[in-house]
């Protein structure tokens, strides 16, 4: 195979049930110029065999076996074998439109030293395997032309929802190795810090206005609700870089961005069975005192109703703050629809 014009790398981890949906996309692209390299995590279910059934002798696509390490280092292990001139990260359980990579190519020709491609995407919300809420998250048709006009609107597009992920994103692979970008060894927050650190370097950025990812989520049972202890750490890591990138100038809003997260890493602790009662406490009280939600919670923007709730709640007496978000984990891990109609309001 001649060396691709895109790279897509999926990292998989015990997805039999699912890889081969996503695989059955990606071999109908109206593209043919690309590779895809899908990092086996050290799954243990049947995904490996799933693999092989489904690529097949399709040279497009080959299965890197490794450890399990998580997404973020599965996904530093495609960059690594990546021979693509752009990169793209995809999940294993979602699937893009089939004509990504020819709306990508078109974008790429008709501007110059481009950095980063930000897309439009779905983000489907499902309760038991069954669609619970749908929201399209759409860019505006722009194109930013400096680092500098790019982070100024970094709080605003954040506050969109476009800034997070990887999924929506066309990289220049050749950007993330100059600067040695790699996803950290994290279990949340991995694939926006990623961001951050090759946002630093994006001069040109096309905003694409197009669809061109669907993304499901499981609502109360996907990975970005599971708990583990570094969770508000990383988080906390997300906002100080973040400030840092943007010079303080958008901190308010970053705070309040934080204040949101935070209650979903709250939320977490309080739906785990790895902790008993009075270990969520300690841990939920050891978030509400720690200095930098103190600081969040003075200085929090207000400037939508679920931002003035938030934050209100967050300078209520701490036995309060844990009282309303167990009844709001609950909410998510049963109801998960009406939470991801709440959220969308934020």
Known sequence: MLTPKFSIIIPVFNAATTIARTINVLKELDNNNFEVLLVNDGSTDDTREVLEQCISLDSRFQVLDKKNQGPGIARNYGIEHAKGEYLL?????????????????????????????????????????????EKNYLVNDYVYETNQEFLADMYELMNQQLMY????????????????????????????IFNLDYYKYCSKIVMNPKIEYIYEFEGGAGITNQYNENKFKTFKEFYERSNSITNDEHKEGMAALLLKGTTSVIFSILATNKLNRQQKAAAVNSIL?????????????TDTTAKKITKLLFNMPNPVVRTVLTTGSFVENKMPGIMAILKRKY
């Not at 499902?126 to 809420?133: F, G, N, P, R």
């Not at 005192?289 to 923007?301: C, H, M, P, R």
């Open 89 to 133: 990260f995809f999940d294993a359980d979602d699937y893009p439109q089939k004509t990504i990579l020819q709306d990508y190519e078109k974008i790429i020709l008709a501007n110059s030293a481009l950095d980063l491609i930000i897309s439009s995407f779905t983000f489907r919300t499902l309760d038991k395997e069954q669609v619970a809420d």
């Open 165 to 192: 992920v990887v999924w929506n994103k066309c990289y220049r692979r050749d950007i993330i190795l100059k600067y040695a970008i790699r996803f950290k060894n994290y279990r949340s927050c991995e694939d926006r």
């Open 289 to 301: 005192k720690d200095s930098t939600i103190i600081e969040a919670k003075k200085i929090a923007k």
